[in-house]
């Protein structure tokens, strides 16, 4: 069987990525073979740098640039046309990207199913007809939706009426520390990891990082994808007076990512509403204690005593953290992190995807979605 995996943008690094490359390589590994459309040549190398793993050398790649740029008003209908594209050269399609159903996509990872709200923007007004479009031709046959969260999964109940199977995103095995590991050498810094944009809402943390009575150091680890964005941080610690405890760190490998987060006491993550936070588990994977703003999917892993409610219960939670931090307590965290590692997610996806496979009668042709809808896999 082919198998078309639609994930066009692979060389921007973070948790879908690292979704992308564990999918791709356990389907390759169970024999079968594999075509990923993406945007841009790829580089192995980096990809292995990057994300701990390299695509399978079985993999195909199929690379077909960009008409329009991301978030873009009619990127959903790009979206669409690309994966109908790489759908007529495969047998089943995997979406691990769009987060919408399209009717021809067989498996869709949702990480977010932002598509299917109510629109509040332009972006989401121009794109509505074909989400009512994808909503009236869905099929009979079954489809497989993968969630990366409780929460999410529950959103996906909410919105399309559809049940989904919780498949949690994998940490790359380098974040773990093991025990035999200078875990005592901490430091008392808080370090946020993540694209450097204004979604992520960094720009809170220089004033967290103000309000804390330690003499704790603070630093932001990430990609500059808004370069407005990074100015407000940097103006922000300015402000604040902060040029000797705040630092923003760009465009590190993986390895030095890691080894920040291993001299870490704290990882401190913005006030924004995740799904899931792959960059939370693998900071407590690499033995820090997460303080999280209290809502998402982060509220299936991250302790209550370790989720703020506002900023200034942020800055508590940091100082306490500081304070109260021992081998004990970040031991804990990679205990936790450890149903997050790359074999559970592919062992998981692996016998989800075979399920799937083994109860569908016949693979979805691009003329079965015109066919009313009657059931669904995971009812």
């Known amino acids: 069987m082919k198998v078309g995996v639609f ?27 594999v075509l990923l459309y993406v945007e841009n040549e790829v580089c192995n190398k980096e990809i292995a740098e990057m994300m701990g793993d390299p695509l399978n050398s ?22 669409g046309f690309r994966s109908l594209f790489l759908k007529y050269k495969c047998d089943l399609l995997i979406d691990i990207f769009t987060n919408f159903l399209y009717p021809w996509t ?30 009236a031709l869905k099929d009979s046959r079954k489809r497989l939706i993968i969630a990366n969260s409780y929460f999410t999964a529950h959103a996906i109940k909410k ?27 901490r430091e008392n810094l808080a370090v946020s990891v993540g694209r450097i944009n ?39 610690a300015r402000r604040f007076h902060l040029e000797n405890r705040f630092t923003i760190l760009t465009d590190l ?13 704290v990882y401190l993550h913005p006030p924004v509403m995740e799904h899931f936070g792959i960059s ?32 200034e219960d942020a800055a508590k939670k940091v100082d306490k953290a500081i304070e109260s931090w021992s081998v004990k307590k970040s031991r804990k965290m990679v205990e936790i992190a450890q149903k997050f ?8 996806f692996s016998k989800v995807f075979s399920e799937f496979v083994e109860s569908s009668s016949h693979p979805l042709t691009l003329y079965d979605f015109y066919k009313p809808t009657t059931s669904y896999l995971f009812e």
């Open 253 to 265: 490998t993986k390895k030095n990512v890691v080894s920040i987060l291993r001299k870490a006491k």
């Open 7 to 33: 994930y066009p943008p692979l060389n921007y690094y973070g948790g879908a990525t690292a979704v992308t490359v564990c999918t791709v390589n356990a389907l390759a590994d169970k024999g079968y073979e």
């Open 106 to 135: 067989d498996v869709v990872y949702i990480h977010y199913p932002g598509p299917y709200l109510k629109p509040k923007s332009g972006y989401d007004i121009i794109n509505y007809p074909i989400t009512l479009l994808s909503r």
């Open 341 to 348: 590692t790359t074999k559970a997610f592919s062992n998981e």
């Open 280 to 311: 939370i588990a693998e900071a407590m994977a690499a033995g820090c204690i997460p303080i999280v703003y209290d809502c998402g999917g982060v509220n299936e892993f991250v302790p209550a005593e370790y989720r703020y409610h506002d900023l």
């Open 159 to 185: 919105t399309l009426n559809m049940d989904a199977v919780v498949v949690y995103p994998p940490v790359d095995p380098a974040f773990f520390a093991k025990e035999n590991e200078a875990v005592t050498k």
């Open 58 to 79: 079985k993999v195909r790649i199929l690379v077909v640039p960009t008409i329009f740029k991301p978030r873009w008003l009619l990127d959903l209908y790009q979206n």
């Open 198 to 236: 204004f979604d992520k809402r960094l720009e809170t943390l220089p004033y967290i990082a103000h309000l804390t009575k330690s003499d704790a150091n603070f630093a932001i680890v990430g990609f500059v994808h808004d370069k407005t964005a990074y100015e407000l941080i940097v103006s922000e």
